[in-house]
């Protein structure tokens, strides 16, 4: 696997992280162990985003991350359930 | 509202396509206990809930459920890739292929179309969150079903994500139960419903 399919792996890694102390806090929304590792894994990923974003351009994950140039880069593959899909 | 994450929650790459191992993953997309069955089920109930924390746990549950139909779609998709006819024919992997191609297509292992009858919003709190808790061990069953069958790492490995996470949902359902009879009488929990009774 190259750098960039590592940090783009270490970037799911946190928003499954993210999503799973999500799911924690429905059922235990004062649990503030869970809102500290919350902001923790919050702040690891935006890290990980600017360092992804300084070394190989735009990190594209929602319309909302799409930056505004003359293409719409939304298009561009691979797709999450091509083969290729986390070499891209 | 939901917005579009253009990724996979757990990636899938499976090298060597195989058509008889898509057979009977295609059952966790169209199957009555597969992960459509559960998104359908967990974000439909939400209008009838009570609680504020069962009506987070099900729209966050269920948008999980939508990632894993997307999970199991990618899979029956990249083992259907590249198959010649005598593959197809050697298979067994012939009648779905005249009726779909190698398109992907919502029915259960048995081929039989998805239906809404697979679950049930029933308006009363418990009786929704049993029918969730038993849906995540139906749901375990089969994916344990489906480890027993295979043996290719790139196809366990993502089955044996979504297996785990069959048993955290189980985890928060439970809780949401606890939250929910908490809050009832507690001699007679059936007293009243929450979500109808004033």
Sequence with gaps: MNEKAMLRRKIFEADFVLYELALFLDTHPDSKKAMELMCEYRKMRSELIKEYESRFGNYIETLSDVPESDR????????????NFMEG | ??????????????????PKYA????????????????????????YGQPYDEVKAILTDIGTEELAHMEMICAMVHQLTRKLTPEEINASGFAPYFVDHTNAVYQIAASGAPWTATYY????DVITDLHENL?????????????????????????LKFLREREIVHYQRFGEALRLSTDRLDCKNFYAFNPGFDK
């Design chain 1, 72 to 83: 719409w880069k939304w298009i561009d593959g691979p797709w999450p359930w091509d083969n």
């Design chain 2, 1 to 18: 509202m939901w917005k579009y994450e253009k990724k996979l929650q757990y990636p899938v790459n499976i090298k060597t396509p195989n």
């Design chain 2, 134 to 158: 038993a849906a995540e061990q139906k749901a375990r069953t089969t994916y344990d079903n489906l480890l027993r069958l295979i043996d290719d790492p790139d196809i366990t490995e993502p």
């Design chain 2, 120 to 123: 049930q919003s029933k308006g």
């Design chain 2, 23 to 46: 057979q009977i993953i295609i059952t966790q997309y169209g199957g009555p206990d597969g992960e459509a069955s559960a998104a359908l089920r967990y974000l439909t109930q939400r």
